[in-house]
């Protein structure tokens, strides 16, 4: 089974709105950490927003915030006041266990900012 | 700052030929990672090292081998390339263990 999945392989939103981009995850640990990166048509994967299995908030950042649902399994990236620079692949990422070193990576969604 | 650095950007290979593709990074971070990235298929971890002097295996480790000189570098050895190779490869540290990934430019192997 896939650990990380991403269902919408391509995204379309009109500048200045929000835009939810899913991810479902698959592990048995309890202590796990969850990851969302942009990487633009330039190659560079940058870090975005980041949430603990424990972390009782969701975590927020700038224009970015991560809706948490545990029991489902679920980590969207949501996106407020889309800007044109926002069109990019999104990636959600999972590490299993609070120390471990194995990530796994979706197969991304491609955003495009209308303008 | 730096951060994290490969080399090269970019490499041509014929089938059979060798490289190793080198990476250094100057956050002073224990942990260091070696992805592939082929297209629909996100990234996936070849080898990681948790700290100096160890190396593990990830997802897809056959055809690589890997080096962790010393703390700032870990390379990644291609003995024997073969066309299902060519891919964007991508080195990246982590510090503590809740920390993000900080990746590297990435490296565009073509193997003909």
């Known amino acids: 089974a896939q650990k990380i999945t991403q269902t919408q392989p391509g995204m379309f939103v009109q500048e200045k709105e929000a835009v939810t981009l899913d991810c479902t995850y698959d592990?048995?640990?309890?202590?796990?950490?969850l990851f969302w990166y942009k990487q633009p048509s330039s190659g560079e994967m940058i870090f975005l927003i980041y949430?603990?299995?424990?972390?009782?908030q969701n975590a927020t950042e700038g224009r970015y915030s991560l809706n948490f649902q545990k029991a489902r399994k679920s980590a969207n990236l949501v996106i407020s006041a889309s800007q044109l620079g926002d069109s990019a692949m999104y990636f959600c990422a999972m590490r299993e266990g609070h120390n471990g070193n194995q990530f796994y990576f979706g197969t991304g969604t491609s955003l495009t900012v209308i303008p | 700052n730096a951060g994290v650095t490969q080399t090269p950007k970019f490499q041509v290979l014929k089938t059979g030929q060798s490289m190793t593709l080198q990476c250094a990074q100057d956050?002073?971070?224990?942990?260091m990672y070696w992805y592939r990235q082929d297209p629909g298929m996100g990234l996936r971890l070849i080898y990681y090292s948790a700290s100096e002097g160890t190396t593990d295996k990830g997802e897809v480790p056959n055809g690589y081998n890997v080096s962790r000189l010393n703390k700032r570098e870990f390379s990644l050895r291609l003995e024997s390339a073969a066309p299902s190779q060519t891919s964007v490869y991508f080195c990246?540290?982590?510090?503590?263990?809740?920390?993000?990934?900080?990746f590297g430019p990435g490296t565009r192997l073509l193997v003909l």
């Open positions: 956050m002073n971070h224990n942990s």
């Open positions: 949430q603990g299995s424990y972390d009782e």
């Open positions: 592990t048995s640990d309890q202590s796990y950490g």
């Open positions: 990246a540290s982590r510090g503590t263990p809740w920390e993000t990934q900080y």
